[in-house]
């Protein structure tokens, strides 16, 4: 059973950096991509990031780059996303999800499995 566990939100200002984190488990990620996805209020939810297990390869969408980062550490099967330069558009429910086989990098219904969310909220 895989299990995605994801940590770090918070309230931070506009400006201010967090770091959220994705311990994944029950199984090996090799072939997996994991990724970063956010539901803002009354929003779809959207693609943020993501990189493969083994190779490192990352995506992100076009509003956060150069801002955030994924990346992952294979020996604790982790996935941290650092959001620097936050913004109070990035204000939404940020989830965790892992996808193999890999399909389609940018979209939610390719993504097998799911963590439960962590809220971040940017005041302005």
């Known amino acids: 059973q895989v299990q995605l566990v994801e940590s770090g939100g918070g309230l931070v200002q506009a400006g201010d950096s967090l770091r959220l984190s994705c311990a994944a488990s029950?199984?090996?990620?090799?072939?997996?991509?994991l990724g970063w996805f956010r539901q803002a209020p009354e929003k779809e939810r959207e693609f943020v990031a993501a990189?493969?297990?083994?190779?490192?390869?990352?995506w992100y969408t076009d509003s956060v780059k150069g801002r955030f980062t994924i990346s992952r550490d294979n020996a604790k099967n982790t996935v941290a996303l650092q959001m620097n330069r936050l913004r109070p558009e990035d204000t939404a429910v940020y989830y965790c999800a892992a996808q193999s086989p890999v399909w389609r990098i940018y979209r939610q219904n390719a993504y097998n499995y799911w963590g439960q969310g962590t809220q971040v909220t940017v005041s302005s």
């Open positions: 029950g199984r090996t990620f090799s072939n997996y991509v």
């Open positions: 990189i493969t297990w083994s190779g490192g390869h990352t």
